[in-house]
Every structure is written in C-alpha cells, then in structure tokens.
Nanobody, 120 residues
Framework: QVQLVESGGGLVQYGGSLRLSCAAS????????MGWYRQAPGKERELVAG???????NYANAVKGRFTISMDNAKNTVYLQMNSLKPEDTAVYYC??????????????WGKGTLVTVSS
C-alpha cells in the first residue's frame, strides 16, 4: 500500500502565498509522476499542475505564472508553491501519484485533500 500525506493548506488573503507538500510512502518501487488537483464546491476535480520524475511540468492555464510545482525524488515528495492567490483558487487540493509497484505495474494514488481558502 501507498500513502500520500498532504500538508500546507489553510486560510490566506487575496494576493498571498501558500506552499503545499505531499509525501508518498509505502510499497514504492518508483514513481512515474506526481501532481496536484483541486475541486471547488459544485465543480469537478481539475488538474492544477503535474510533474514527472524527469522534471517535465504542466500547468492549468488558470495558474500559469502563479503556481510552481517541484519534486524531491529522493523523498518522494511533491510541492506546490502558490503565489498571488485569488478567491477562485479556493478549493480542496488533492495530491496524486502514479506509483510503480515492485510488480512493475503502475497504480494511481490520491491523498485525502487539503483545504485552501483565499479570502477577498
């Protein structure tokens, strides 16, 4: 089994910053990539940013230039630095990891989510 533990959410004012962290642990042979998704009330879950272990990144248009995703491969930890936060960034943020098991098969894992609230 693999566990993803997120931290760093909270309440911040418009224009402020937060840094989310997500550490993966358990039966991990390798990780193909990690990412952050978010789900606002009444909306579907959407990709915010993703990163491969090779360092390739992709971002949702809504966060480009404001958010930065990074990964510490040795610690199996992914970070999301969020700057210039807006009220529309308010959501539950979920960590995702594509994990390669010792069997060689890939599995998708999710964290429980961390709430980010941006006040105006």
């Amino acid at each position: 089994q693999v566990q993803l533990v997120e931290s760093g959410g909270g309440l911040v004012q418009y224009g402020g910053s937060l840094r989310l962290s997500c550490a993966a642990s358990g039966s991990i042979f390798d990780i193909s990539g990690m990412g952050w998704y978010r789900q606002a009330p009444g909306k579907e879950r959407e990709l915010v940013a993703g990163i491969s272990t090779g360092g390739n990144t992709n971002y949702a248009n809504a966060v480009k230039g404001r958010f930065t995703i990074s990964m510490d491969n040795a610690k199996n930890t992914v970070y999301l630095q969020m700057n210039s936060l807006k009220p529309e960034d308010t959501a539950v943020y979920y960590c995702n990891a594509v994990v390669v098991a010792f069997s060689g098969l890939e599995y998708d894992y999710w964290g429980k989510g961390t709430l980010v609230t941006v006040s105006s």
